[in-house]
Nanobody, 124 residues
């Protein structure tokens, strides 16, 4: 049974940092992504990575502030978030696919497996 378990969410002041982790199990995944859904917003891709960490994508709104990575020792997909701003407030979801998605990395319909989400709140 496939499972994606997220951890690391919380509350932080503007300019602060958080690291989210996603622990996948029960499948052999080729692509991973972090999505987020803010209040009254659609779910959007934040960052994506393939299993070999060769192909990495970032949303323009987070590029330079967020870093996605795979920790092979812990078997997690981590999202390091720096310089957080109130507009980063959202529920963050880990997603996985059995296929290499390439240019389709931002299409949430291509990810059949999702975690339960973890809340990130950026507020002073």
């Amino acid at each position: 049974q496939v499972s994606l378990v997220e951890s690391g969410g919380g509350s932080v002041q503007p300019g602060g940092s958080l690291t989210l982790s996603c622990a996948p199990s029960g499948g052999r995944f080729e692509s991973y992504a972090w999505f987020r859904q803010g209040p009254r917003k659609e779910r959007e891709v934040v960052a994506a990575i393939d299993k070999s960490s060769i192909t990495i994508y970032y949303s323009p709104s987070v590029k330079g502030r967020f870093t996605i990575s795979r920790d092979n020792a812990k078997n997690t997909i981590d999202l390091r978030m720096n310089a957080l701003q109130p507009e980063d407030t959202a529920v963050y979801y880990c997603a996985a696919s059995d296929y290499y998605l390439g240019s389709y990395y931002s299409d949430r319909e291509k990810y059949p497996y999702w975690g339960q989400g973890t809340q990130v709140t950026v507020s002073s």
